[in-house]
Each structure stands twice: as structure tokens, then as C-alpha cells.
């Protein structure tokens, strides 16, 4: 069964430094997201991407945060300057369509920023 | 705005019982429903979700929920919980206007079964 897959598993980083979290989608899907689940809290939005644009940012998503899909397989969200409340664990997660379809996701990586 | 929240951050329940775990919404149009189960070190799966069509939704492993729109509810059940079912349960609901297609998630509820 296909499966969205994420790497690192876990990244830990100085305060300041820049990090990419990678992310595998589904082949078929379309539709790219990142979420982020701070350790206690909610899974939150940070953003979506259809057809190379973003299409949704969270409040979260600020201009620190980028995303992109360099080739046709991988999706990667990159922190420019990392916070210390940067350390959550982030989700990518991929869809056919958006809306009703099923969002797919991966495993997560663990940021800790020290 | 909308918002998900699910009452009880940890339920515990024997092996055999019933599985209850609340979510109530607000959404100001009726809204897309999903319920996703975490495993320990696992992303998130989804168990089923609500779409418009039958109000009564069947998922995988035993579990449905029922779409309440009186009630703002979206309540997960399973009649039997086996030591499988351990895991964090999560409601989340989608704007079906939104063209961003974010999902808003509640705060979690971690479910324990008891041998």
C-alpha cells in the first residue's frame, strides 16, 4: 500500500540554524500539506500546496517557513532561522483531491531545537 | 471560525467494553469529519470520515460515528475494545468552502483498554 514517507525520523538543531524536513507524498496525489504537533498540543495547519503554489498558510506559517517541491517525488518544508518553540514534531501529508478526500499521513519528524 | 473539541484527554475502558470518545464541532456551514487514530511512533491514520451522505459512517477496525447535526456532534464508537485499540484518537473537520483543504484538529484523547 502506498504511504507517504518523511525524513529525517528525528533532527536535532542549535537555535538559529536552518533545517529541510523531506517528505515522500503518495505518487498520484496532488495536494501537499505540513502540520506540526507541539509536544502537549494540538496538531496544527502550517500550510497547503497545489499545482506549485501554496494554497493555505496558517498564522503559524510565517516568513521563516518555505516550502517546495524540487522534483516531481519530494516535498520539503524548510525553518530558515530556528526557534526554540520550533521543536514540535511536523507532518506532511498528501492528497488526491482537497476537501473530502483523505489526507494521508506521514510519520512525522521530531525537531528539537536547542 | 471553525473548531473541533473532544471532551476527555484520556478515557480508559476495559477490554470488551464499549468505546466512547466525544467530539463536538462549530462550523457555521456543515462541515467534512474525520477521525484519525496515532499508534505509538506512527503518523496519523484515518479511521472514517463524514461527507454529507449517510449520517451513520462505518470506519475500519470495528469503530463508526454517528454525524449529529442538532447535537454539533461526531461521537466515535465501537461496541467491543480489544487491547489493539490503545492509541490517541483524533476529530478533525475541513471546511468544505475552504479550497485550502486544512484540516482543524482536537486536542486528542488518549484511549486505554484494560485486559
Known amino acids: 500500500e502506498p504511504e507517504v514517507t518523511q525524513t529525517p525520523s528525528h533532527q536535532v538543531t542549535q537555535m538559529g540554524q536552518e533545517v529541510i524536513l523531506r517528505c515522500v507524498p503518495i505518487?498520484?496525489?496532488?495536494?501537499f500539506y505540513w502540520y506540526r504537533q507541539i509536544l502537549g498540543q494540538k496538531v496544527e495547519f502550517l500550510v497547503s500546496?497545489?499545482?506549485?503554489?501554496?494554497?493555505?498558510k496558517s498564522e503559524i506559517f510565517d516568513d521563516q517557513f518555505s516550502v517546495e517541491r524540487p522534483d516531481g517525488s519530494n516535498f520539503t518544508l524548510k525553518i530558515r532561522s530556528t526557534k526554540l518553540e520550533d521543536s514540535a514534531m511536523y507532518f506532511c501529508?498528501?492528497?488526491?483531491?482537497?476537501?473530502?478526500?483523505?489526507?494521508?499521513f506521514g510519520p512525522g519528524t521530531r525537531l528539537l531545537v536547542l | 471560525a471553525q473548531s473541533v473539541t473532544q471532551l476527555g484527554s484520556h478515557v480508559s475502558v476495559s477490554e470488551g467494553a464499549l468505546v466512547l470518545l466525544r467530539c463536538n464541532y462549530s462550523?457555521?456551514?456543515?462541515?467534512?469529519l474525520f477521525w484519525y487514530v496515532q499508534y505509538p511512533n506512527q503518523g496519523l491514520q484515518l479511521l472514517l470520515k463524514?461527507?454529507?451522505?449517510?449520517?451513520l459512517v462505518k470506519g475500519i477496525n470495528g469503530f463508526e460515528a454517528e454525524f449529529k447535526k442538532s447535537e454539533t456532534s461526531f461521537h466515535l464508537t465501537k461496541p467491543s475494545a480489544h487491547m489493539s485499540d490503545a492509541a490517541e484518537y483524533f476529530c478533525?473537520?475541513?471546511?468544505?468552502?475552504?479550497?485550502?483543504?486544512?484540516?482543524?484538529f482536537g486536542q486528542g484523547t488518549e484511549l486505554s483498554v484494560k485486559p
Open positions: 501529508a498528501s492528497s488526491v483531491q482537497q476537501g473530502q478526500e483523505t489526507q494521508y
Open positions: 505518487s498520484n496525489h496532488l495536494y
Open positions: 500546496f497545489y499545482n506549485n503554489e501554496i494554497s493555505e
Open positions: 462550523s457555521s456551514v456543515p462541515p467534512y
Open positions: 463524514y461527507t454529507s451522505a449517510a449520517t
Open positions: 478533525a473537520v475541513s471546511d468544505r468552502r475552504n479550497q485550502g483543504g486544512k484540516l482543524i
